[in-house]
T-cell receptor
């Protein structure tokens, strides 16, 4: 059974650009959450999607957005990139919203220069 | 506001030693607690999940306990091996209405051969 797949694994972008990250959850999982990990702030919750609807949102500016498709795959978009957006972005999937165990992908390393 | 703290931030032990990692949380009203392992630059690997109604969970050399009333969880690693070297993170889920995990800053473990 395939795990959570995130693409791309690495990205280098310039300030002001926008970026889209993709997450394919484990087959059968309907809930997808996104997290940002930085050395200073640790792991911080961005948002959660379930059945194509955003159910919860963390304390991030509106430049961070996401969506979920009917096949449960999810994308997150960051517009007008800032240097501080450099981070490891992690996606987690679970069977259903609030369902017990979360499984994480390998992450996308975004570097903004 | 739920806060999760992990002490110590770093730990170095000789191979074969038994060790305990600590996790504390400020709000005892949690749905579950999950322990993860993270290797450098990688995603998170789920180790153990403890539901709020449970006291402990075991998997191989790992044993996690949960004391909701005191806001504490411990991860016990028996007979540590160099391959156990990684960062260990605990995370709490506040309710079944959200998949949001609140993470501690992690304990970086080094097991010396």
């Amino acid at each position: 059974k395939a795990g959570v797949t995130q693409t791309p694994r690495y990205l280098i972008k310039t300030r002001g650009q926008q970026v889209t990250l993709s997450c394919s959850p484990i087959s059968g999982h309907r809930s997808v959450s996104w997290y940002q990990q930085t050395p200073g702030q640790g792991l911080q919750f961005l948002f959660e999607y379930f059945s194509e609807t955003q159910r919860n949102k963390g304390n991030f500016p509106g430049r961070f957005s996401g969506r979920q498709f009917s096949n449960s795959r999810s994308e997150m978009n960051v517009s007008t990139l800032e240097l501080g957006d450099s981070a490891l972005y992690l996606c987690a999937s679970s069977l259903a919203q609030g369902f017990a165990e979360a499984f994480f992908g390998q992450g996308t390393r975004l570097t903004v220069v | 506001k739920q806060e999760v703290t992990q002490i110590p931030a770093a730990l170095s032990v000789p191979e074969g030693e038994n060790l305990v990692l600590n996790c504390s949380f400020t709000d005892s009203a949690i749905y579950n607690l999950q322990w993860f392992r993270q290797d450098p630059g990688k995603g998170l690997t789920s180790l153990l999940l403890i539901q709020s109604s449970q006291r402990e969970q075991t998997s191989g050399r790992l044993n996690a306990s949960l004391d909701k009333s005191s806001g504490r969880s411990t991860l016990y690693i028996a007979a540590s091996q160099p391959g156990d070297s990684a960062t260990y993170l605990c995370a709490v889920m506040r309710s079944s209405n959200t998949g949001k995990l609140i993470f501690g800053q992690g304990t970086t473990l080094q097991v010396k051969p």
